[in-house]
């Protein structure tokens, strides 16, 4: 077991928050055709409220931080935030669209020791990079904010959402971030808006080209491996839990409420009414998301892909059901091992509308004394 | 045995306490350690201006049944590794001054 996930582990037995992504903002200066949310103000938490948030998040064990929005930088009050966060040893991660990042911006980011910084490139194409932030010129300065970042010598992942639009680019988005010396990350789910609204996914890449992504040696590795196909469910498998959500991790929104994940709009608290480390060991719905294992899963358990599909919960839970199918996931199993799940069987021989949930996006070493060990280092560290 | 050796937490780095060991992450190459226990407690208190012999007698030797010798260099090769990797900054003079605003690591 890597150091990791020993320490993952550790911290699932403890109870802690291990990894937290913070949303500081909904604003955005993009307005990207496949964004989850709605980019107006509805009362963003102030600087105090988010500096004693990250207190309060420090003394709870968070370690791993991600900050994230909107556009972060869109916060006039950004760096004294990140200022503050850093004095509170969080391991940071920002999530930026780059646009407002100049030499200034990125010496200091440097200066403060952020871990890394992950940038949307959707295209190495400019106008299709473009018309999707429908933003003139974003490529160019998302691209300059890549390169400046690496002159500081941070770590820069160039995220690529695919969708219909871009994906026949994901390889010269890849090409262009080895060129950059920055890491490549693919994201092939576009999800529906935290409102629950639907309408999104008809953005999403169909089967055939997901295939295609799935069998790209140069993206995951050993193909054969990759597309195996299931084992099935054995007596442990059942006993799995989906994913860190709620159990290691959690998301809260720049309102101050409490999700289990930026993609599990289950409402379970707000910071402004409970104590960040109370609705992480008493919220309800948090407890109800930590009891669901493969076990509990009427559909999944029974079904073949059970112990491998990447199933998100939270994708799950707005289809209308956390312990049921994520479809978008199962139509992910299929392209890649060509076996379809037991819920896709079923919905392609009677399809049928999903239950849509109307969500609200805002309201409001046992060591003997004669080891002083620190532990053999590994490589860069994988945020949970 | 060196004397007067002090040891301060680099700034350049993340970390929290994990039950009763430590994570701690090199912010100029995110490597990552666990401390144990008795490394935890030596961390705690590299204030920059306690000489290790101190944070050993005090808050090592008090705790766990060690050797004072044994423990002090225990205590050494730990914080040089450390120190290594730039998690940790060693100096034969203080490192801050008492009552600087360097804030406590949270718990």
């Known amino acids: 077991m890597s150091l990791v996930a020993e320490m993952a582990a550790k911290a699932l037995r403890l109870n802690i928050p291990l990894s937290v992504q913070l949303d500081l903002t909904y604003r955005c200066n993009e307005r990207c055709i496949h964004c989850y949310l709605d980019h107006d103000d509805h009362g963003e938490m102030t600087t105090a409220e ?99 970042l690496r002159e500081q010598g941070l770590p820069v992942t160039m995220a690529n959402v695919l969708m219909t639009q871009n994906a026949a680019d994901y390889r010269a988005v890849k090409a262009l971030a080895a060129e950059l010396d920055a890491q490549f990350f693919i994201d092939p789910t576009v999800t529906p808006m935290m409102d629950g609204d639907r309408s999104i996914l008809k953005l999403n890449v169909d089967q055939a080209a997901l295939e295609k992504v799935f069998r790209d040696e140069a993206l995951v590795g050993n193909v054969e491996e990759f597309c195996a196909p299931p084992q099935g469910v054995d007596e442990d498998a059942l006993d799995m839990l989906p994913c860190s959500a709620g159990h290691t991790a959690c998301y809260v929104s720049p ?130 | ?60 030797c008090t705790q766990y049944d060690i050797a004072p010798e044994v423990a002090l260099k225990n205590a050494e090769t730990l914080v040089e590794g450390l120190a290594e990797h730039g998690i940790l900054l060693l100096s034969n003079e203080p490192l801050a001054q008492p009552g600087s605003s360097r804030e406590e690591m949270p718990r």
């Not at chain 1, 420090?58 to 850093?86: C, K, N, P, Q, W």
């Not at chain 1, 106008?127 to 010129?137: F, L, Q, R, S």
């Not at chain 2, 050796?5 to 912010?27: F, H, K, P, Q």
């Open chain 1, 50 to 148: 988010i500096k004693d948030l990250l207190d309060q998040m420090a003394a709870a064990g968070v370690f791993y931080l991600t900050i994230s929005g909107g556009e972060i930088l869109m916060r006039r009050d950004f760096f004294e935030i990140l200022e503050h966060a850093r004095a509170r040893t969080f391991c940071i991660k920002l999530k930026t669209n780059g646009v407002l990042i100049r030499k200034k911006e990125a010496a200091r980011l440097r200066e403060l020791g952020v871990e890394s910084v992950q940038i949307s490139v959707y295209s190495h194409r400019p106008e299709v990079h473009d018309a999707i932030t429908k933003m003139p010129g974003s490529f160019r300065q998302s691209i300059a904010a890549v390169r400046l």
């Open chain 1, 255 to 384: 309102y101050g409420d409490v999700y289990p994940c930026v993609q599990f709009p289950l409402p379970s608290g707000n910071v402004r009414r409970t104590k960040f480390v109370d609705i992480w060991r008493d919220s309800p719905q948090l407890k109800e998301v930590r009891s669901i294992t493969l076990r509990e899963m009427p559909s999944c358990s029974q079904c073949a892909h059970g112990a491998t599909c990447t199933r998100c919960p939270g994708l799950a839970y707005m289809e209308g059901n956390m312990r049921g199918p994520s479809s978008q996931d199962c139509e992910k199993s299929y392209a890649r091992t060509g076996i379809p799940s037991e819920n896709y069987k079923a919905r392609h021989a009677s399809p049928q509308p999903l239950q849509v949930l109307k969500l609200v996006q805002i309201q409001g070493l046992q060591p003997a004394a004669q080891n002083f060990s620190a532990k053999a280092p590994e490589g860069r560290a994988a945020v949970a």
């Open chain 2, 1 to 60: 045995m060196k004397n007067n050796l002090y040891v301060a937490r680099s700034t350049a780095i993340a970390a929290r306490a994990l039950g009763d060991e430590t994570m701690v992450m090199s912010a100029s190459n995110s490597t990552l350690f666990t401390l144990n226990e008795v490394a935890s407690v030596i961390w705690e208190a590299a204030d920059g201006v306690t000489p290790l012999e101190q944070i050993v007698a005090n808050k090592v």
